[in-house]
């Protein structure tokens, strides 16, 4: 893809698409969503079967009509197509020959699965990241350190999307965080991108090592942040911010699609996605019926480009909202919002909660570090949960009165008391990991 030569101060990388009225938005997903069906239908094994059985034929006259009538897909229908009939399996719509990249989950909920992409499937690929990236206000006089995984992951050609955009993209990969440290402060870059507990914990090592990271590492302008819900949340993000005398921008992705397929703009509320190319909706996770913009539900995506594996409603587990309002950046691309995995939400006292309303209290708490744990566990057929956290450096303030503090914020912002606050010396709680931090353990009987 030919870099685009856009005057820096063009707000958006794709005006047209970007900025695009709704109602002539929808007539696009529309036309797409239709190829992408008759594709799918005629060449997928998996979703001809599957729609044969309810009298589907890989057409709709409206998105309504998607919405109504088509099955949705999940991780599991993915496993059990993995490796069936054809080496990419039977949700596959392309020849293996015409592959020419593919990706796999992490396998945290499993058996990992492979995400195949052909050559245009790729290109696709890359530029929605350049469009993101240039939304996050990258531009090409900016250095790129890409300190992401290359090992199957499909955050790792992201870097690629950087470049197309003109920037300059050094390919660090995952490497020590002492060895990235001394990348940063050789070739000064402008970007990067890691997990918010990894960009906090790098700052942390920075200091650790003689390092001031505002003064050391001056020419940081953005963290790009990803994979745990703490990009959304505004304490955490500020955390960093403050940290690294950078702004910070959250991004989505997941595996079976791109490795980004959503992020921030200027305004940070919410993530535009890439809605010329995927579809989202909103649904009851019990039902699957759709629920209305701004409630709580389970997100779910379509591919409406991807060709190597089309992926049809597929529900991501991952809970959250959408809001369709026009940003006040002008994007008219739906912005989702996304709380926490549906596996890790509990229910308390009749109130749905998730790791990250804890989060946002203790980033929020100045008597705490702001690491954390938390456990969920089963008591009298009750669900109940406490939270470990660390009093602040330099703090002598009694450990019960730092854990009544804790204990009230939470039941301000959740709505539900902890069964118990246990606070420990700063440092002393031992959560902070080089890769995503375990901070949520889970001993409910639903979860053995
Ligand atoms: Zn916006």
Excluded at 74 to 89: H, I, L, P, T, Y
Excluded at 163 to 186: D, N, Y
Excluded at 223 to 233: A, H, M, N, Q, T
């Amino acid at each position: 893809m030919a870099k685009k030569n856009l005057p820096y101060d063009e707000k958006y990388y794709d005006r047209e698409i970007e900025t695009m009225p709704r109602p002539e938005l929808e007539k696009l997903q529309l036309e797409r969503l239709n190829e992408e069906l008759a594709f799918a239908y005629a060449n997928s094994p998996y979703y001809h079967r599957e729609w044969d059985k309810l009298g589907l034929d890989g057409h709709v006259e409206s998105l309504e009509e998607f919405y109504e009538k088509y099955p949705f897909t999940d991780k599991q229908a993915e496993r059990d197509c993995q490796g069936v009939g054809s080496f990419f399996g039977e949700m596959s719509a392309v020849p293996e020959d015409d592959v020419v990249y593919m990706a796999t989950s992490s396998g945290s909920t499993g058996v990992p699965t492979m995400s195949p992409f052909t050559q245009q499937d790729f290109e696709d690929f890359q530029h929605a990241q350049s469009r993101l990236f240039w939304q996050a206000g990258m531009r090409p006089n900016d250095r790129y350190l890409h300190g992401m995984n290359f090992a199957l992951y499909v955050g790792g050609p992201d870097v690629i999307g950087a470049q197309e955009l003109g920037a300059v993209g050094i390919w660090v990969g995952a490497v020590p965080s002492a060895r990235l440290l001394w990348a940063m402060k050789q070739y000064q870059p402008t970007y990067m991108w890691s997990s918010p507990s990894y960009a906090w914990l790098l700052g942390q090592k920075a200091i650790e090592q003689g390092y001031d990271p505002k003064v050391d590492f001056a020419s940081m302008k953005c963290f790009i942040i990803s994979g745990e819900p703490g990009g959304s949340i505004e304490t955490t993000r500020k955390a960093i911010e403050d940290l690294w005398g950078v702004t910070v921008y959250d991004f989505f992705g997941l595996s079976d699609i791109y490795g980004a397929c959503a992020g921030m703009c200027e305004y940070k509320d919410g993530l535009h996605i890439i809605e010329d190319q995927i579809l989202v909706e909103c649904v009851d996770p019990a039902t699957g019926k759709p629920v209305p913009d701004g409630e709580r539900g389970e997100i779910t995506y379509t591919t409406l480009c991807k060709r190597a594996r089309p992926n049809i409603r597929f529900r991501s587990g991952d809970i959250g909202w959408i809001d369709r309002s026009q940003c006040k950046c002008g994007r008219t691309h739906t912005r989702i919002h996304i709380a926490g995995r549906k596996d890790e939400m509990f229910i308390v006292s009749a109130v749905n909660v998730f790791p990250s309303d804890i989060e946002y209290v203790v980033r929020n708490e100045p008597a705490v570090t702001g690491e954390y744990r938390i456990r969920v566990y089963d008591e009298n057929y009750t669900t109940k949960y406490e939270v470990s956290v660390e009093r602040a450096i330099g703090s002598d303030e009694p450990f019960d009165s730092v854990a009544k503090r804790v204990e009230d914020d939470l039941k301000t912002h959740t709505g539900v008391r902890p069964a118990k606050v246990l606070v420990y010396e700063t440092d002393k709680l031992g959560v902070s990991a080089e890769h995503k931090a375990k901070r949520f353990i889970d001993e409910r009987k639903s979860a053995q």
